[in-house]
C-alpha cells in the first residue's frame, strides 16, 4: 500500500504564476483534506474533499481552489501566487469518519 | 472559536530524561484527539487516536493520555532519535461535516 501520494515534492514559482499540486490518497480512503503549513506553525486547514464536492472551507481566499475526481484524487489550485504562499501544503486521506488521517509527505512550494 | 494550545513551544530534554507534553482544547463537538510526530520538511506521522476521557494508548517510549480538556504525551526515557516536533490535532464536528483541527506543536529536542 502506497499510503498518501504527493506531487511534486518540490516547486519553486514566481509570483503572480499559478500552481497545481496532486495528491492520492490511501487505499480505501475516499476524503481528502488539505493544509497548508508555514515554518514553525501547525498545518492549518484549507479545504475538504468528499464526493468529488468541496464539502468544508478554512479561511482561506478564493485563490485557493480544488478538485477531486471520481478516483478520490485531488488537486489544489492556486492563482496569483504571493510570497506568502510559501510553504509546505500537505494533503491527508480519511475514510468520511476521519478515524484514521493520514498525510502524505507534503509539496515545499517556494514562491520568489 | 475552537482553539488547540500545545505546550511547551520547544523542550529540550537529556537523552533518559523522560517528561510530558501538553495539549488543551476549548472546543465544541470533539469526536477524537490525535497525536502525530512530524521531522523537518516531511509530513506528519499518524502516532495515535484517543477517543474518551481516561483513555491510553502505548507505542515504544511514548503514552498518550486524554482527560475532558487536555492530552498529554508522556515520553519515558527519550533517545535522541525522538527528536522531532510533536503536533496534537482534534477531530471536530463542524456544520454537519467533521474537520480536524491542529496545535503549533512541541519541538522536541533530544541530547545524547
Known amino acids: 500500500d502506497a499510503g498518501v501520494t504527493q506531487s511534486p515534492t518540490h516547486l519553486i514559482k514566481t509570483r503572480g504564476q499559478q500552481v497545481t499540486l496532486r495528491c492520492s490518497p490511501k487505499?480505501?480512503?475516499?476524503?481528502v483534506s488539505w493544509y497548508q503549513q508555514a515554518l514553525g506553525q501547525g498545518p492549518q486547514f484549507i479545504f475538504q474533499y468528499y464526493e468529488e464536492e468541496e464539502r468544508q472551507r478554512g479561511n482561506f481566499p478564493d485563490r485557493f481552489s480544488g478538485h477531486q475526481f471520481p478516483n478520490y484524487s485531488s488537486e489544489l489550485n492556486v492563482n496569483a501566487l504571493l510570497l506568502g504562499d510559501s510553504a509546505l501544503y500537505l494533503c491527508?486521506?480519511?475514510?468520511?469518519?476521519?478515524?484514521?488521517?493520514?498525510f502524505g509527505s507534503g509539496t515545499r512550494l517556494t514562491v520568489v | 472559536e475552537d482553539q488547540v494550545t500545545q505546550s511547551p513551544e520547544a523542550l529540550r530534554l537529556q537523552e533518559g530524561e523522560s517528561s510530558s507534553l501538553n495539549c488543551s482544547y476549548t472546543?465544541?463537538?470533539?469526536?477524537?484527539l490525535f497525536w502525530y510526530r512530524q521531522d523537518p520538511g516531511k509530513g506528519p506521522e499518524f502516532l495515535f487516536t484517543?477517543?474518551?476521557a481516561g483513555e491510553e494508548k502505548e507505542k515504544e517510549r511514548l503514552k498518550a493520555t486524554l482527560t475532558k480538556k487536555e492530552s498529554f504525551l508522556h515520553i519515558t526515557a527519550p533517545k535522541p532519535e525522538d527528536s522531532a516536533t510533536y503536533l496534537c490535532?482534534?477531530?471536530?464536528?463542524?456544520?454537519?461535516?467533521?474537520?480536524?483541527?491542529f496545535g503549533i506543536g512541541t519541538k522536541l529536542q533530544v541530547i545524547p
Open positions: 490535532a482534534v477531530q471536530l464536528n463542524s456544520g454537519g461535516y467533521q474537520k480536524v483541527t
Open positions: 487505499s480505501g480512503h475516499d476524503t
Open positions: 472546543v465544541s463537538g470533539l469526536r477524537g
Open positions: 484517543l477517543y474518551s
Open positions: 491527508a486521506s480519511s475514510g468520511w469518519t476521519l478515524s484514521l488521517f493520514i
